[in-house]
């Protein structure tokens, strides 16, 4: 029996398997592939958390493709649905009215993929890390599920994140730093997690520069570590931010919250933020460096506008890409009938 | 002149007239026909209330046979519309800024068909009784109107709950109880009244297990009266929640409020709970039941964990059915020339 | 280089150019034009603020021509996304999390048109005026941008109103009045601004009866005299609300708010509101006018139940024609290459 495919984790793929993913997104902004191929079917994508380029390009993707996409607001009230309850056992008399167990196995009778944006509770990290939400879509569903975001991951911006890469640059053996910038408020990991597992995938040499406090999960770590160590990339992680930019060929920005004062908002400290933000004066150490960041951005806060509206930035092909990556994906989940992700590829 | 058709009721269509609907459904299930039906029609489905198996059935219904779904939250503000006023000759200088006077013909203007979820308000049996949302949406649609879920019934739901059943035996003679579970809210008994009805007109026997101050209303229950009457099943109404499991075919459960004390929530004590939740030791006492649930459920309030999850459970089938139901309802109302539903067949 | 065409202010628009969409609009509801021009495209309609006829009319409108919509709700949280920044330079430690310089343009990326619906904040005339978020989607977008109503115009409601008229009568020398109703809040000018712009350039003798202190803005008032100049109308202003009736062919009502009281709600004295609202009597003083409002509309505030539910009413029609007029401007944007609107026409 062949085991459902979901995309949730880029620890699920091989990183032959990911950037096989990446040569078809690239591929489909290329050429829309003939004909329909999701005629006749229906794509739900469930928001438990607002989104713009995630629902935009999921809905562009599966129409394009021939699909119909339903977005849909969980657990929101009003126009979404009421709260949804992820605990097996759970006794059921609080503000859930009903059950995951319930939920996904029908909008799995009514569609051919259900995707799922669900972000962490910021109370605790270890029940935030059990990502229940993903856990019961993946645990419940009988159609492929596609993460949009959860707590320690968003494959789908990485993905549309190599390709941005891949369409400039080789990435192999290429300098690879992520910073992080300061914020109002204590963001996910997921984007920074899955950048350093995408850069380490595609064999880039990964630096993280961040202030004290403020390192990824250990277990992130770990993979990004054994991934440099097999695909021939270094890894390095640093406070000096300013030395950090030095000889980069890509800088990804992004803001994260501590795992030590989970939670809580970064410093508001000016000085602080003056340091972490990201300048036309730290980009100028660089090797010519992409100026990458997952957007919605805070201007002037993460980044000056000066490296946004600069000749750095490729925030809108990135966005862009998430389109194409989409597409990918579908087609991966719905109309491949090998357990593996693509033909393997060389890896660029 | 012909009358405008509209699927709000059961008590519009003869018992034969719903089993011909249901056939339909059960066929659209095994087959999907040919071409696109609904080509280059939209259906406006509106929502007062919060909902997952109605507007992605209805969605995915209307997407499949290559209609243009398109979901609204009316009266909701924010994303959705503004109040929407229903009594005629208003002064409108209070909070509903549009009269369904308008808006409903408006909309009929637009789509081939209109679906109304509009939930009672729970203050005034007598007013929530005269369903005024949906009774406007009848007397202003120039196009057929869907009711998807009122005060007073859901005949959507008893149409999945219809073909659920003929999946699994001839209704005809067979054994159904309704019962009543606990619940944390006063619920509607729009899915209770469609049930019974449902089972009358399907020829059933037909037991209802409900605490004192639980009884239906009684025109609803005359005519699940008159229904058995003439199909040849019996009717009983009972408080012993033990006996009534005793050989039936069919346990159906739902919570719904007190006409006595209405909008009050059940009692919440822990020995009246435990009395009336769907339990396997009830289970037990049928004859190999379905347990049928229209969800969203309340897991070990409604119904224990072991039920859900045992053999008895048809719960995510019937969910699927809403999917042929709404695909037989608007072929119904959208594409077919007589008057009558569908060809006349003989009652199973 | 071939300027990037948006439908965002009627001033943008000769009034052959105008009319021409008109005539588009005419036809297009008669006869669906061939195939799906729209085919493999997608149109994100974003809304600011609450909408009915807007929504489904674009929605309807996109999917009758074979593209994809999708309805947005930008800046509500929830099922919508997080709040929008418009200004340049901004340091974005607020509420806003995302710039229009990003999410316009990645919209672009994923879209072939956008549209905008963004109300004023109704605080000072001055900000409102300068349009914020309309002027920051026409300034970053690639793609053409479609004002679904703005502080000061609400153009694809003129575009229906004025194939409203046509339908009935040769616009050209006939007596068009616009009248300021009562309401309960200060509403927005933009279909009164845009109603006696279309009349203008349609060559119809305009007058406005409004209360002392209710006058439209001067830049659109000289555009409007400019307008009856160059097409052989008149115009005057008058609050004697009685004598304007005399004689008018169209009696368009819409309450809006006062420059003068920027905000503040108007007078909510029973006779002041007697005087202004519309009323059978002062219909029989019209020649047969044609009651126009563009809805939602207060019944018995703005106007009595007797003249919607009357003769003179064409407020359905007009509703209607929103999905014509749209039809005609996705067309004109999407479809065609000439830089202008369409064949000029005579003007009828």
Redesign the interface.
């Known amino acids: 029996m062949q085991t459902l495919r979901h995309f949730t984790h880029l620890k699920d793929f091989s990183p032959a398997e990911f950037l096989a993913l990446a040569d078809a997104a690239r591929a489909l902004k290329k050429t829309?592939p003939k004909g329909a191929p999701l005629a006749?079917k229906?794509l739900?994508f469930c928001?438990m958390n607002?989104?713009?380029?995630t629902?935009?390009?999921c809905?562009?993707a599966a129409?394009?493709l021939g699909g119909?996409p339903?977005t849909?607001?969980l657990g929101?009230?009003?126009?979404?649905?009421?709260g949804m309850?992820s605990v097996?056992?759970?006794?059921?008399?609080?503000a859930a009215?009903?059950?995951l167990?319930?939920?996904v196995?029908?909008?799995g009778?009514?569609?051919a993929a259900l995707g799922l944006r669900s972000f962490p509770a910021g109370k605790s990290w270890d029940e935030d890390k059990a990502e229940p939400a993903l856990t019961a879509f993946r645990k419940y569903s009988t159609v492929p599920v596609i993460n949009l975001e959860s707590a320690s991951g968003h494959p789908c911006q990485a993905l549309a994140d190599l390709v941005t890469i891949q369409e400039r640059m080789k990435p192999r053996g290429k300098n690879f730093l992520l910073t992080w910038a300061p914020h109002?408020k204590a963001l996910p990991m997921a984007v920074p997690n899955s950048a350093v597992e995408m850069a380490s995938m595609a064999g880039m040499n990964v630096t993280i520069a961040r202030p004290e406090g403020y390192d990824l999960d250990p277990e992130v770590m770990k993979r990004v570590a054994d991934n440099c160590a097999r695909q021939g990339g270094t890894l390095n992680v640093t406070d000096d931010v300013t030395a950090a930019y030095d000889g980069r060929h890509v800088v990804y920005a992004k803001s994260w919250g501590s795992l030590r004062n989970y939670g809580k908002p970064p410093s508001?400290d000016a000085d602080f933020r003056a340091k972490w933000m990201v300048t036309p004066a730290k980009m100028k150490r660089t090797d010519s460096a992409l100026f990458m960041h997952c957007?919605?951005?805070?201007?002037?806060?993460v980044v000056a506008?000066a490296v946004?509206?600069g000749p750095w930035s490729v925030?809108?092909d990135q966005?862009?890409n998430r389109?194409h990556a989409a597409k990918a994906v579908l087609l991966h989940l719905l109309t491949q009938t090998s357990k593996t992700a693509a033909p393997r590829r060389t890896i660029r």
């Open positions: 829309s006749g229906s739900a928001f607002p989104s713009l380029r629902q935009v390009s809905e562009v129409a394009s119909h339903i849909l607001s929101a009230g009003g126009g979404g649905t009421w309850e097996e056992g759970s006794v059921m008399d609080g009215a009903e059950h167990k319930e939920a196995p029908v909008l009778r009514f569609c109002v508001a957007l919605p951005v805070r201007r002037n806060v506008d946004l509206d925030v809108i966005a862009e389109l």
